[in-house]
Nanobody, 129 residues
């Protein structure tokens, strides 16, 4: 399974970006998807997740209200709409597919990177002040 993350770029504080995570996997819609990020010199952190049918979404506190995760199952794509970007959002953003199908889950479940088994290559988001 290959995930392709795209949409990153260089923006100014307050701007918006939309990241996309797409795959050719036919059963992609059966799995939850998460977005994680890694800032320079820091560890990977959870950003947002959406379960397999879109009924449950979770966000890191610092992005809640600014970021929105969604999915278009017909296009095998998960989006991360990022608004009011801040310099501290600067990071490489990775999408990942959950390892178990049809999971509703909870914040502790989806924020744990060990519950994902396929990862995209990352897309760089740089926010200047």
């Amino acid at each position: 399974v290959q995930l392709q993350a795209s949409g990153g770029g260089l923006v100014q504080a307050g701007d918006s970006l939309r990241l996309s995570c797409t795959t050719s996997e036919r059963t992609f819609s059966n799995y939850g998807v998460g977005w994680f990020r890694q800032a320079p010199g820091k560890g990977r952190e959870f950003v947002a997740s959406i379960n397999w049918n879109g009924a449950r979404t979770y966000y890191k506190d610092s992005v809640d209200g600014r970021f929105t995760i969604s999915r278009d199952s017909a296009k095998n794509t998960v989006f991360l709409q990022m608004s009011n970007l801040k310099p501290e959002d600067t990071a490489v953003y990775y999408c990942a597919r959950g390892q178990t199908s049809y999971v509703t889950g909870s914040y502790p479940y989806w924020s744990d990177g060990n519950n994902y088994n396929y990862w995209g290559q990352g897309t760089l988001v740089t926010v200047s002040s």
